[in-house]
């Protein structure tokens, strides 16, 4: 497969590491957030996480082929974690550090979250079923109570109705893993696609995102039921996870598949630089942690992917990271030139806070990248999730402690 990169700083320098080239960050006086600190911990602004708030809005602001105005949804939302449209153009948003569901009814965000959740550690992604409108069926995904350093990831689903969650079924449960977060997407088959945090890379004693026996680092795909589909790659193999699809993944928070051919897209993190985007493929092995078209955080070299035996390339590559999170492929009418685009949210680029907005990817016919645009970074907010609203305009899910549901309409 042909690999497209993008290199987002406007610096490089040549270097004797593998890749060969290391990118400058584009504000040298920005630090990297203290390892290990708590959110209370982390300086806000220019030197931590988040922390810029929102500029005026509406506001005008040009991208390549169309004007857009930006205005506020809703507000107040501390560090949410996901978006869904509902079929009625109401919004349910998951909140990752309170474990709630919050709801937007007419433009309003609803003062009381959602009831009917159960209890849990840490919520993650909230989805429709695609037949939403007969069934009323929401899938929620979470980690379940466990150690402190692992916990099994759960998948439940309720039906919905005016602000309620009733007749929740937990339809799976995984083998501990670690604590990091997760998206869901419904594919045409009916099938569910769910991500499983491989970031810790490979833990002594403990599980590792090439081995079949943990879903650890790992894409798993369940029927709507939560059972596992005969044609999974690894059922019936000795000792592998049925529910497996791909493995070897590392951080992978955004899940999308293509409008035409069904295929599942998929966004993944680097360590240090080598975000990429990938299409999966069943019983692919895209190599984390022993293969990374970035870096250690510590800036060492990885071992590259390229032309490596049994190990799935990516579709595109950033270079420096853009910390992908939500993807879209557009299908509206509001913005014509960007109909079939990819749309990918970006949380922070290159470790600066403050760089984030929304990257657009073109695609040819042959599923070669031919245009990259990174727009509204002005606004200088952590972009968590990226939607396509039944009247066809984009909304996007900013991560900050005063988050917030932004409308994109074309001002043109």
Do not use: C
């Not at 004797?16 to 006086?29: D, F, Q, Y």
């Not at 990831?153 to 339809?171: F, M």
């Not at 083998?175 to 490979?202: H, K, L």
């Amino acid at each position: 497969m042909k690999v497209s990169y993008q290199v987002v700083a406007s610096v490089l320098v040549a270097a004797g590491l593998a890749g060969g080239l290391v990118a400058l960050p584009r504000k040298a006086a920005a630090q990297n957030a203290p390892q290990g600190a708590t959110t209370a911990q982390i300086p806000t602004g220019r030197q931590g996480r988040g922390g810029y708030p929102l500029p005026p809005l509406p506001a005008d602001f040009e991208t390549y082929q169309h004007k857009v105005r930006v205005s506020v949804v809703a507000r107040g939302l501390d560090r949410p974690w996901s978006l869904m449209m509902m079929p009625n153009d109401d919004m349910l948003i998951s909140m990752r550090f309170s474990n709630q569901i919050r709801l937007i009814h007419d433009g309003v965000l609803d003062p009381k979250p959602v009831s009917g959740l159960p209890e849990v550690r840490r919520l993650f992604d909230i989805v429709t079923h695609p037949k939403f409108a007969e069934n009323k069926w929401v899938y929620f995904d979470y980690l379940k109570p466990g150690t402190e350093a692992r916990s099994p990831l759960a998948l439940a689903r309720a039906v919905y109705e005016n602000g309620q969650l009733k007749n929740v079924q937990e339809l799976y449960v995984s083998d501990p893993v670690t604590q990091g977060a997760s998206r869901m997407a419904f594919a045409p088959d009916g099938t569910i696609y769910i991500t499983v945090s491989g970031a810790g890379g490979r833990i002594p004693n403990g599980p590792d995102p090439r081995k079949l026996d943990t879903v650890y680092g790992k894409v798993i795909r369940l029927r709507e039921d939560g059972s596992i589909p005969p044609d999974n790659p690894f059922v019936g193999k000795a000792g592998a996870r049925p529910e497996i699809f791909s493995l070897g993944h590392r951080d992978h928070f955004g899940l999308a598949p293509h409008p035409q051919t069904g295929q599942m897209f998929h966004v993944e993190m680097g360590p240090y630089g080598g975000d990429k985007i990938n299409i999966l493929k069943a019983g692919g092995d895209y190599g984390w942690p022993d293969y990374s078209y970035g870096r250690q955080n510590d800036s060492s070299p990885l071992p590259d992917p390229h032309n490596v035996p049994g190990i799935e390339q990516a579709l595109l590559v950033w270079l420096p990271g853009i910390t992908p999170s939500g993807l879209l492929f557009y299908t509206g009418d509001k913005f014509p030139a960007w109909k079939g685009n990819l749309m990918v949210g970006s949380v922070v680029t290159g470790r600066v806070n403050g760089s984030s907005g929304v990257e657009r990817v073109v695609f040819n016919n042959k599923m070669w990248e031919t245009r990259r645009e990174m727009f509204l970074t002005e606004l200088k907010q952590r972009i968590r999730d990226v939607r396509q609203g039944r009247d066809g305009l984009i909304y996007l899910l900013t991560e900050e402690v005063d988050g917030a549901v932004l409308k994109l309409e074309p001002a043109d």
